[in-house]
DNA sequence: CCGGGTCAAGAAAACGTTTTCGCCAAATAA
DNA sequence: TTATTTGGCGAAAACGTTTTCTTGACCCGG
């Protein structure tokens, strides 16, 4: 019973050979004669010898393996860099561990230990912390394991970043509503996280720069899905004067807004213009076509596949490095604005 | 350079012991002294150890390890089955370690040769190939590696399966829209595999229970994306006469078609009634929300999660058992309609 | 004083590889 | 002929664990 495996000591005793010599043939070493090496070839194919790479990762200290920490797949958006990260790194014989930290931050740490444990050597993550880092990263330091914040990043903490430039989101989304002829601009804000800081900053200072005024009870707060978009986008309705547009934190939130709005008999875009953030699929399907700045999800993961694979294959580092004067790398993708129905005012 | 990692020798030197004392302790062997117990765990607390899988493994003969290879993670379907079997695989201590075939049975076969290197103990595959297996399996069957096919089955080979009811899906879809009133109903089939054709089947089944005709023209095929419902549903509006209603494969395709219907100055679902399958998250807030057949994506991952794993644990099997008289396991969840607007013709 | 038992620790073997080094025979050069 | 190189192969060590077996010290009862 159990998993029956070929190894190279079978090979190796059907041909009276030393494993060092099938070894040897595998590795494509040229001191081998070349009729062995075809007697080798034609019994590993015979046999179905497959190499052990854990023996393999053990003796060489190199597991080819980049970890991911993701605190869910519900958004295309960590779909799709995955996708791009596994189309890059699988080429190069790196496999992908994943790990669901499901926002829980306890989750998020024993996920980033278990990572360690199987000897990855790099990690991508995406944290589910509210902005700052704790001491939960020093493992990683400690062991100068290459760390790469993806899409969410870290206020007290250098390290590697990949993501939205979410400054650029926030004023892209804004400046298109004030374009649109908008005045009474409001914002649907995610959570406390760096992504959701971050649009709140562009969408104040394209405000800003404009010298629009912004009514205080413009900014509604959530969870960051349609649900908490419904509820926020009903009682911001409620406001004195109630907004003509909201400009929301991503797609889910700007769908859950839509709802709202539609239900409170009220018009998408003529009533209420709506931006969402995230281009997800099919949201051009939407009963009105939502307007959206697309975060080039495919783009970022490249970026962060190239860089965790650099560093991996460089055997650099989480921070140390940083503090030895080299500086780490922030990559900010800049987000583009797919226009749709639901913000389209002027004809 | 490179990580650098403490190893139980270097708590052992540290402490006067041997890597064994050390071990025990960690392994909670009972003949161990108390005092020098709490001294191992101690210095393995300040010294950051981290127990290194990999060399685990390799002694254990047990990767803790489940393998999955999909097709993509596009479709929500896959990473909710995704997320149910990371919430069940990871209180055991399983890792998962997935990849992405692309769609192209070669890199299949490559990832599969991969899994089998990285010694995991179960694999789960959502196979790309159309309908039949080839000797691709060949490897695990040797191995006597635990299989188990999600989604998407073989015809002329028996392997563990979980997956979809899909004729009651079609049948349920077909007989929903019956009910509505609905004669002439079409249906836009996905590509050559095996959901797709037991989708068929039961929109078959259905029809002929209810003694209606199908027009020859009224099953079109496609790759099963929201481009190609688009262009098969134009021109299935072509056919004389046109149909009043289509069950589509899935919702990507319903997406599609209902494009194409509203493009043509039709509306839905007065002059076509539409149905999807699959459940895609906000689908109920399309241009007209969708009627569709949950999968019950969760319940599938759950009962994938339960059965690979135990077939792990068990250190079970590919076919091998199978041929010794026991049976691989095959678990249908059934459906369930989700009716909404793109359907209700009766008021 | 001896035999048995208990307690605490370590030595050795094993897992499947890769790599370095050494060995021997045959071929070549001097 | 002798010295040197070359070609082909294997022995041994290493990677970081876990497990089994052995050892030695100590205590206890007879």
């Known amino acids: 019973m159990g998993i029956v495996a070929v190894r190279l000591k079978d090979i190796a005793d059907e041909l009276q050979l030393s494993v060092v010599t099938v070894s040897k043939v595998l590795q494509n070493y040229r001191d081998v004669n070349a009729e062995t090496r075809r007697r080798v070839l034609e019994k590993a194919q015979e046999l179905g010898y497959r190499p052990n790479y854990v023996a393999r990762s053990l003796v060489m200290q190199r597991s080819a393996t980049i970890g991911m920490v993701l605190p869910h797949l519900r958004h295309t958006f960590f ?34 230990d278990h990572m360690i444990s199987r000897q990855v050597e790099g990690l991508i ?77 562009g969408y104040r200072t394209e405000l800003a720069a404009h010298k629009l005024t912004r009514h205080p009870h413009y900014v509604a707060g959530g969870t960051g899905d349609d649900e908490a978009g419904y509820w926020a986008m009903k009682s911001l309705l409620k406001a004195k004067p109630p907004p003509d547009s909201v400009f929301c934190y991503n797609d889910p939130v700007a769908a859950g807004a839509m709802k709202a709005v539609l239900d409170s008999g009220l018009r998408v875009p003529q009533d209420v213009a709506i931006v969402g953030a995230g281009n997800m699929h099919y949201s051009d399907l939407f009963r009105v076509p939502l307007t959206t700045v697309d975060q080039r ?43 749709r129905e639901s913000s389209r005012r002027k004809r």
């Open 79 to 112: 779909q799709e860099v995955y996708q791009a990260i596994a189309a890059k790194a699988s080429p190069k014989g790196y496999s992908l561990l994943i790990a669901i930290s499901q926002e829980d931050p306890d989750q998020e740490a024993r996920e980033i």
């Open 297 to 339: 999800s495919a783009e970022v993961g490249a970026q962060a596949a190239d860089l965790i694979l650099d560093l991996a294959e460089r055997g650099s580092t989480t921070s140390a490095t940083h503090k030895r004067g080299r500086r780490p790398k922030r990559v900010l993708v800049k987000p583009t604005m797919v226009i």
């Open 125 to 201: 993550l995406a944290s589910t912390r509210p902005y700052t880092a704790g001491d939960f990263l020093e493992p990683l330091e400690k062991r100068n394991l290459p760390l790469l914040l993806l899409d969410r990043e870290f206020a007290n903490y250098d390290a590697h970043f990949v993501g939205t430039d979410d400054v650029e989101l926030g004023r892209f989304a804004t400046a298109h509503l004030i374009e649109q002829g908008c005045t009474r601009i409001a914002h649907l804000r995610g959570p406390d996280v760096s992504t959701a800081i971050a649009r709140v900053e």
